[in-house]
Nanobody, 125 residues
Framework: VQLQASGGGLVQAGGSLRISCAAS????????MGWFRQAPGKEREFVAA??????????YYADSVKGRFTFARDNAKNTVNLQMNSLKPEDTAVYYC?????????????????WGQGTQVTVSS
């Protein structure tokens, strides 16, 4: 099982980026998927999660990104995308995608058992 994150980069404050995560090796159609981030010297923190129930995806967000980030999943491609708008310097971090152990909303890293390698997002002021 592999999770490949892509799309990170350098952007000015107020700009946008979209990061993606492609899963291979198995399908995760019904499992919750999430994004976490880790800034230098800080602990990994929850960013967003998306569940999939009755063919409907429901996204959940950390308060710090609510209204700016949009999490979507494309089950046909086994891919999830995080659209990040109105980026702030404090959004600078390595972003990790992950697959949860179950199908309910999960915001703790211990609830996830598959992780991607991370993609760097840097927001300059």
């Amino acid at each position: 099982v592999q999770l490949q994150a892509s799309g990170g980069g350098l952007v000015q404050a107020g700009g946008s980026l979209r990061i993606s995560c492609a899963a291979s090796g198995r399908t995760f159609t019904s499992y919750t998927m999430g994004w976490f981030r880790q800034a230098p010297g800080k602990e990994r923190e929850f960013v967003a999660a998306i569940t999939w129930t009755w063919n409907v995806g429901t996204a959940y967000y950390a308060d710090s990104v609510k209204g700016r980030f949009t999490f979507a999943r494309d089950n046909a491609k086994n891919t999830v995308n995080l659209q990040m708008n109105s980026l702030k310097p404090e959004d600078t971090a390595v972003y990790y995608c992950a697959v949860a152990r179950g199908t309910n909303f999960a915001r703790e890293s211990g609830e996830y058992n598959y992780w991607g390698q991370g993609t760097q997002v840097t927001v300059s002021s």
